[in-house]
């Protein structure tokens, strides 16, 4: 039986693009995982560290996020994190059939960890874990829906991606993840 990672390796459903060749999942301390749309060609794919690039530097991305965990008492390290897409898509307008071929190797993931809680960053993670057409995604973002992934249920929570070309990466997700450090407390 192949595992996780073989399976990453081998699959060809996208094309030839770069992947997550190991470490395709950052383990943490957290009830909720993150998942992201696709590894940064510059990120994690050559420092083996999700949102840090080769040099063991913090990447824009990161830092918005960093500065979003800080605000409730957590950090990068404190969390579980993978991408929706296993390859470096740099065509967006593939991700969201890439998101849909790479859905069998995250649900096995998700089953793999202790997670609860799923913070999708952006619309197209959002899509795939929901299976539906997003047309407006601020009418998701914040919004908690109970769903069920292979054989376990989980509180899915959409969040603006932390980038920091985003205007609403930091000061929209805020309420969040203040919401969520209240969820994590009830625990």
């Known amino acids: 039986m192949l595992s996780v ?7 060809s459903l996208c094309g030839k693009f770069p992947k997550l060749t190991e470490n395709s999942i950052q383990y943490g301390k957290t009830n909720f995982i993150i998942i992201g749309e696709s590894p940064a060609k510059d990120g ?3 420092s083996k560290r999700a949102f840090y690039n080769s040099l063991g530097k913090l990447q824009g991305t990161g830092r918005v996020l960093e500065k979003l965990l800080n605000n409730i008492g957590l950090t990068i390290a404190d969390i579980y994190f993978t991408e929706c897409c ?3 898509i740099t065509d967006r307008n593939k991700l969201e059939q890439c998101s849909k071929n790479c859905m069998p190797i995250l649900i096995e993931q998700l089953n793999d960890i202790p997670c609860e809680i799923i913070l999708t960053m952006g619309v197209h993670p ?3 874990i929901l299976q539906t057409k ?6 998701y973002v914040g919004k908690e829906f109970d769903i069920s992934i292979g ?3 989980y509180r899915l929570i959409p969040i603006y991606h932390p980038s920091p070309l ?3 990466g930091y ?3 805020i309420p969040i993840f203040d919401k969520l450090k209240l969820t994590l407390l009830k625990k």
């Open 166 to 168: 985003n205007p609403k």
């Open 44 to 46: 994690w794919i050559e």
């Open 86 to 88: 296993k390859c470096v």
């Open 171 to 173: 000061k929209d997700n």
């Open 126 to 128: 959002t899509q795939a």
């Open 134 to 139: 997003i047309k407006k995604f601020a009418d």
């Open 151 to 153: 054989f376990r249920n």
């Open 5 to 11: 990672q073989d399976k990453i390796n081998d699959c």
